[in-house]
């Protein structure tokens, strides 16, 4: 044996083992949570992103500005996959889940500071997830999920701090009754709640459309604007000529042969026509292209057809009038066409849409925004697709907590009871745990220029007295019971962030070496921060160009 130090990795490559490797994970983590911490609750303030290309978000809306920021550090990524998979089981909750999970860091790095093994650490968070677990269902209310009134506070709740806040009622209404219409016995898929936005009109001049838009015009001005009882066909592929399977080639040797070859063809798109004309069909949605001289013989037959229409809104007109897509004019019949009581083209904010509407049981509907300005738009849209997912979840699960910190402060503190009845070092684990969930009612706290302290000392002493359901108002910064003021949230948003926060600062804490085949620090342009502590920053550097500016994020380094 030489003293040759055995070279396993290649020159590029970057290792990082131990505490440092571990202290690494847990910045960047903690640098996630950091970075949407001052968005939380309804006083919560918006970023504005502005990505390499110079277009511009504005929101506050957790996972939109984790998806926007462009971060690279794996660790971090791993708090980013917890945003997006709330966003995917709920639909909100996601700058909460985010929060949590890099409070569970914060609080288990000062635990592995006084040497408490990483493996203890996970055991004590996993048995605290799932005590918590059980005390959440406690608490847990159950509604009727008939009772629009709930609904709509659930609703209006998932939008609070949204840009949404002036036309919260009207808007909570418009997206019960449209998760309401779209149910069947299969359950809820809120896909079929199209949101369509028109910039123009105030958010107040919001509708609900009992049926589909489509932000196209008629194919030709002969045809129609307006037509009653319509007898809707769907077709998927393109009304023209049909192309040979072979490549054939056609000499023409004189012009007759010419006319010929083009009557011909003008028989065959008339023939397509015809078949149309002959199953009853008055609207033809049509998802690929319509030849010139289709669209005239159409419009000939006072057809309504509109064309290139997206896939998505096909699927959308089915659902809504029961008309089956064919891809083959030829094989159409009369019960592949589906029936809405109107179909219209009509003028929303300075551009023609179709409303196929009058459907009766309409199970596709369609949400037509309204708002001053694109990005105003664009962040309600944001808010109303939170609001779906609560309502879906609250009729599916029928149980919800009462918001502003409440179930987070209960927790708390039944998770230093059950501390107790853990022996161990794991007992120290399980009331970090009960610490970091404070986050959320100290953050409300914050966010809304009071007194963290105060607000909590209050939360604990009203918990203690058995009342649950006591939250802190972050407008008028008063404890009081949520339930009377309508702040509902349901059982499975805190569930799902708990679990999904837990698991992801588990898996953070159990890595005790990083092997890139590349730099880890790297994508940020002045090359100097080589250092561990901007592992988090630099990482995240890419299209922000550099996560300085960002107020969030100093507090979290
Ligand atoms: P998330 O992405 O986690 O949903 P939000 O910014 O929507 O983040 O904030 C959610 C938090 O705000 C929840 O803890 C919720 O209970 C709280 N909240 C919502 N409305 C109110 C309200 N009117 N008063 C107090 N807290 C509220
Ligand atoms: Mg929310």
Do not use: W
Request: hydrophobic share 40%; glycine share 10%.
């Amino acid at each position: 044996m030489g003293n040759q130090p055995l070279i396993v990795l290649s020159d590029d490559s970057q290792r990082t083992t131990g505490r440092d490797a571990q202290s690494m994970n847990i910045t960047a983590g903690k640098a996630v949570a950091g970075a949407v911490r001052t968005t939380l609750g309804p006083k919560g303030m918006d970023k504005m992103l502005v990505d390499s290309m110079g277009s511009v978000v504005v929101t506050n809306d957790g996972v939109t500005i984790l998806k926007e920021m462009d971060i690279e550090h794996p660790a971090a990524n791993m708090i980013v996959e917890v945003a997006e998979t709330q966003e995917n089981e709920v639909g909100d909750g996601t700058t909460s889940a985010v929060v949590v999970a890099g409070e569970l860091l914060a609080k288990a790095e000062d635990l592995l500071e006084q040497d408490i093994h990483p493996t203890t650490l996970a055991q004590g968070y996993r048995q605290a997830a799932e005590r918590a677990g059980e005390v959440l269902e406690d608490v847990a209310i159950d509604v009727d999920v008939e009772d629009e009134e709930y609904l709509q506070q659930i609703a209006a709740t998932a939008m609070t701090g949204k840009g949404a806040e002036g036309s919260k009622d009207l808007l909570a209404e418009i997206v019960v009754r449209a998760v309401q219409s779209i149910a069947d016995e299969d359950g809820i898929n809120t896909e079929y709640v199209e949101v369509e936005k028109s910039v123009g009109g105030s958010i107040e001049n919001t509708e609900l459309i009992e049926g589909v838009l489509i932000s196209k015009d008629r194919v030709h001005e002969n045809m129609p604007y307006f037509v009653e009882d319509a007898n809707i066909a769907l077709i998927d592929t393109a009304l023209e000529v049909k192309e040979t399977e072979i490549d054939a080639e056609v000499n023409v040797t004189d012009p007759d042969q010419l006319q010929e070859f083009l009557d011909q063809e003008e028989a065959q798109l008339r023939e397509l026509v015809d078949k149309l004309v002959d199953v009853g069909a008055n609207v033809v949605f049509c998802q690929k292209g319509i030849d010139d001289l289709v669209q005239h013989f159409l419009a000939q037959e006072g057809i309504m057809a509109v064309r290139r229409v997206k896939k998505s809104q096909v699927k959308q007109i089915a659902r809504a009038t029961g008309a089956r897509a064919v891809s083959n004019v030829d094989d159409i019949t009369e019960d592949d066409l589906g029936y809405a009581g109107s179909v219209a083209q009509k003028d929303v904010g300075g551009s023609d849409h179709i409303f196929v509407e009058d459907v009766e049981d309409a199970k596709a509907v369609t949400i037509l925004l309204r708002g001053g300005t694109e990005h105003v738009v664009d962040e309600v849209e944001r808010a109303i697709e939170d609001s779906l997912g609560v309502v879906r979840t609250t009729i599916e699960d029928g149980k919800v907590l009462a918001g502003g910190g409440a179930p987070e402060v209960e927790l708390s503190l039944a998770l230093r009871d059950y501390a107790d009845s853990v022996g161990g070092r794991e007992q120290l684990a399980v009331e970090a745990f009960a610490d970091a969930l404070e986050v959320i009612p100290r953050t409300l706290a914050e966010n809304a220029g009071l007194d963290p302290i105060d607000s909590l000392v209050e939360l604990r002493s009203q918990h203690s007295a058995g009342d649950a359901a006591d939250g802190l108002d972050a407008y008028t910064g008063d404890v009081i019971d949520m339930g009377e003021e309508g702040v509902f949230e349901p059982l499975r948003v805190k569930t799902q962030a708990l679990e999904s926060a837990t698991e992801a600062a588990v898996m953070i804490l159990r890595i005790d070496d990083v092997i890139a085949a590349g730099d880890l620090a790297v994508s940020s342009d002045d090359g100097d921060d080589d250092d561990m502590d901007m592992g988090g920053m630099g990482g995240m550097g890419g299209g922000m160009g550099g996560m300085g500016g960002m107020g969030g994020m100093g507090g979290a380094m």
